[in-house]
Nanobody, 123 residues
């Protein structure tokens, strides 16, 4: 199993940018598909983005397409979420997640997740 720690959240004005990072521990990191989910107050944890273990397959939730970019560096055991043109509705706790299959992440499933990092977008 892989352990995940997110960082990079914060408070930003609408239209601004943030870059979230996820540090993974475990020797098999490169064999996992990685993803990002978010949970706003009173709502379910929703899928945001996912990337396959080689980076060749990427999925995005419709509302973030063209604004968010997911990437990974297997040599550093890191996953990133670059968030541009942020909107108040992007405010949520963002979670890094891992699973053996990128399709399962894109469908809302995951086998491991981190503790989350808060992103707040002010209008």
């Amino acid at each position: 199993q892989v352990q995940l720690v997110e960082s990079g959240g914060g408070l930003v004005q609408a239209g601004g940018s943030l870059r979230l990072s996820c540090a993974a521990s475990g020797r098999t990191f490169s064999s996992y598909a990685m993803g990002w989910f978010r949970q706003a107050p009173g709502k379910n944890r929703d899928f945001v983005a996912a990337i396959s273990w080689r980076g060749g397959t990427i999925y995005y939730e419709d509302s973030v397409k063209g604004r968010f970019t997911v990437s990974r560096d297997n040599a550093k055991n890191m996953v990133y979420l670059q968030m541009n043109s942020l909107k108040p509705e992007d405010t949520a706790v963002y979670y890094c997640a891992a699973d053996s299959r990128v399709e399962r992440l894109a469908s809302g499933g995951f086998s491991s997740w981190g503790q989350g990092t808060q992103v707040t977008v002010s209008s």
